[in-house]
Nanobody
Framework: QAQLVESGGGLVQPGGSLRLSCAASGFSFSRYTMGWFRQAPGKEREFVAHITWSDGGTYYADSVKGRCTISSDDAKNTVYLQMNSLKPEDTAVYYC????????????????WGQGTRVTVSS
């Protein structure tokens, strides 16, 4: 049974930083591209970033380029999202997901999803 568990969300002031974690189990972590998505209140879920299973290459949505870094630790079966210079518009529930596609920002290509962790950026 595949499982993804996000953690690290919380309340942070604008300009602040936090690191989200996603612990994976029940599937071959090193053979899946791992992605982060987010859903703001009243909005559709949107792509944030992914890290490619084949070579660790990364890809980011324009909205977070230069402010976020996705990384993974295969030994811990964990993927991270380091978020800096946070803005109120970053407020959302953040989800991690796993895909067999090498590179994709389409929700339908991701097989497994976590329950989400809430990030609130506010003063």
């Amino acid at each position: 049974q595949a499982q993804l568990v996000e953690s690290g969300g919380g309340l942070v002031q604008p300009g602040g930083s936090l690191r989200l974690s996603c612990a994976a189990s029940g599937f071959s972590f090193s053979r899946y591209t791992m992605g982060w998505f987010r859903q703001a209140p009243g909005k559709e879920r949107e792509f944030v970033a992914h890290i490619t299973w084949s070579d660790g290459g990364t890809y980011y949505a324009d909205s977070v380029k230069g402010r976020c870094t996705i990384s993974s630790d295969d030994a811990k079966n964990t993927v991270y999202l380091q978020m800096n210079s946070l803005k109120p518009e970053d407020t959302a529930v953040y989800y991690c997901a796993a895909s067999t596609y090498l590179s994709s920002y389409l929700e339908k290509t991701y097989d497994y999803w976590g329950q989400g962790t809430r990030v609130t950026v506010s003063s």
